[in-house]
């Protein structure tokens, strides 16, 4: 949810016009959307050469999970992993719109590690790949857009370890 909704549901909730701490709230959220935006435009019109990048350097670092035996061994298993290095990348991007976490701890988050371990999927495999997403996403952008972005990639790292 965006700060704008937040605000707006927040003081409806109580009853109340915006506080002057919350417009300003909503302010500093309008003064960085132009940031915000093409932080996202990059980060999808690169989806691919990010994936590509960050799946990479997880079977660099990890071959043992494209071996036989492992986690991402065979056409399909792979298939899927890299599928939802994608989905994470998108809900960055979601995050990043809104300008705020919540998209991707509702959308993301919630039971996250109790349904890959349940897959028998390795959760720190996992934490490596978005490590890789953030490593080949914030390559792509200017140095202020990539300190706007990485703590949307940290949350989930966090998320997970």
Do not use: H
Not at 66 to 94: F, K, M, S
Not at 101 to 122: A, C, D, Q, R, T
Not at 148 to 160: G, L, T
């Amino acid at each position: 949810m965006s700060v704008v909704s937040q605000v707006i549901l927040q003081a409806d909730d109580e009853l109340r016009y915006p506080s002057s701490g919350e417009l300003k709230n909503i302010k500093d959220y309008l003064q960085t959307g132009e940031q915000r935006l093409r932080i996202v435009n990059t980060l999808t019109e690169n989806e691919k050469k990010i994936v590509e990048q960050a799946t990479k350097t997880l079977w660099q670092k990890r071959p043992d999970f494209i071996a036989p035996g492992g986690n991402a061994y065979g056409q399909r298993e792979r298939a899927l992993c890299i599928r939802d290095y994608g989905w994470y990348l998108r809900l960055i991007t979601y995050g990043i719109l809104a300008g705020d976490k919540e998209p991707i701890e509702k959308i993301g988050l919630i039971g996250v590690k109790e349904m890959y371990n349940s897959l028998g999927v390795p959760v720190p495999g996992m934490v490596e790949a978005i490590k890789g997403l953030k490593e080949a996403s914030v390559d792509l952008l200017s140095a202020e857009d990539a300190l706007q972005a990485a703590p949307y990639f940290d949350f989930i790292i966090q998320a997970m370890s």
